[in-house]
């Protein structure tokens, strides 16, 4: 049986902002080459991968990236980009699995993680009312679950849930939280009902390329997120 995002939580002690952190980052093809070994060496741990977005792109660089990553033998995951004014979270949770996105018990894989944010082509909530918004994610989180058996992580930020969800729980019970504030200390505004966040994306700026995470925990604790008994 796979741990929910609390009972999780409570196993690997996510509970609050934790003094131990492990380093990690995430990137797309607008990194088009990283030296993962010499990531690793400056203490990099794990990766997240764009993959998708909508129904219509699979990122160029995805495959290169994950192999890279693997063979740093690193932790690494696939992200999808929300896009929920075009199609359902359903059919985005299986174009997202099918192109990378899924999840292997092989305890280097991370959980996908759906990046839900600021649209970039738009207005801010793509459009949909706050109710529209979580029934979006609650389809897309119910259609990756059913596939995988593991729920998928959730990147956000505080500002954008409460905008566009109307700051809804219902999630923190099941996702890992991803939160972006970019900080040089801990964010202390926790969206929804997640008692604290899993990763939390602390910049913009990574030395080997993209952005820069941090896990909230130890090295073994990021391994249970993998691999959960």
């Not at 131990?20 to 990283?34: A, K, M, R, Y």
């Not at 792109?57 to 990553?69: E, M, N, R």
């Not at 990378?100 to 459009?127: A, F, R």
């Not at 989180?141 to 959730?154: D, F, L, N, R, S």
């Amino acid at each position: 049986m796979k741990f929910t995002s609390i009972a999780l939580a409570a196993a690997i002690g996510l509970t609050q902002a934790s003094a131990e952190t492990v380093q990690g980052f995430d990137i797309s093809n607008h990194q088009s080459t990283v030296d993962y070994k010499a990531a690793y060496n400056d203490g990099a741990r794990f990766v997240m991968i764009k993959a998708t977005e909508g129904t219509g792109y699979v990122d160029t660089s995805f495959s290169k990236h994950y192999q890279g990553a693997t063979d740093a033998k690193m932790l690494r995951g696939g992200y999808h980009f929300a896009l929920p004014n075009k199609s359902s979270g359903a059919k985005q949770a299986r174009y997202f699995i099918s192109h990378g996105g899924g999840w292997t018990d092989d305890g280097l894989t991370l959980p996908g993680m759906l990046d839900i944010e600021y649209n970039p082509y738009g207005s801010t909530c793509y459009g949909l009312s706050a109710s529209a918004m979580v029934s979006w994610i609650k389809e897309f989180v119910t259609e990756y679950h059913k596939a995988t058996g593991i729920y998928p992580m959730i990147y956000s930020t505080a500002d954008w849930w409460k905008q566009c969800t109307g700051d809804a729980g219902g999630f923190g019970d099941t996702c890992p939280l991803v939160l972006a504030a970019y900080s040089s200390s801990a964010p202390s505004t926790i969206p929804g009902d997640w008692p604290t966040y899993t990763i939390w994306q602390n910049s913009d700026k990574y030395k080997h390329g993209g952005d820069s995470d941090l896990f909230n925990g130890g090295l073994e604790q990021l391994k249970k997120i993998a691999k959960p008994e």
